[in-house]
């Protein structure tokens, strides 16, 4: 049973940090590529980041291009993604996805439909 945890969830003030986590079980993590994305209420979900299974690869939503990282360990099964400079509009549910069947063009595009599993998310809310 395929199993993605969020953790990292938290309130923090516009211009802040904070790191989110993403623990996977149940499946061979070092063959996925992982995605990051958000749903801020009343939105549809979007892309944030997305790594390749060996970490070489990273592409960024414009929106959080330059303040948001994020970074794999293929030995602890986990995924991160760190959070710089946040601003309100970075408030939402933040979703980790893991993807076995993707390509570098649809990683870059953060399209939904090449992953196979997702989060139940967690809560990141940007004060002003």
């Known amino acids: 049973q395929v199993q993605l945890v969020e953790s990292g969830r938290g309130l923090v003030q516009a211009g802040g940090s904070l790191r989110l986590y993403c623990a996977a079980s149940?499946?061979?993590?070092?063959?996925?590529?992982m995605g990051w994305f958000r749903q801020a209420p009343g939105k549809e979900r979007e892309f944030v980041a997305a790594?390749?299974?060996?970490?070489?690869?990273?592409y960024y939503a414009d929106s959080v291009k330059g303040r948001f990282t994020i970074s794999r360990d293929n030995a602890k099964n986990t995924v991160y993604l760190q959070m710089n400079s946040l601003k309100p509009e970075d408030t939402a549910v933040y979703y980790c996805?893991?993807?076995?069947?993707?390509?570098?063009?649809?990683?870059?595009?953060?399209?939904?439909?090449?992953?196979?599993?997702w989060g139940q998310g967690t809560q990141v809310t940007v004060s002003s």
């Open positions: 996805a893991a993807s076995s069947r993707s390509t570098r063009v649809l990683l870059r595009s953060g399209y939904e439909g090449s992953y196979e599993y």
């Open positions: 790594i390749s299974w060996s970490g070489g690869s990273k």
């Open positions: 149940g499946l061979t993590f070092s063959s996925y590529d």
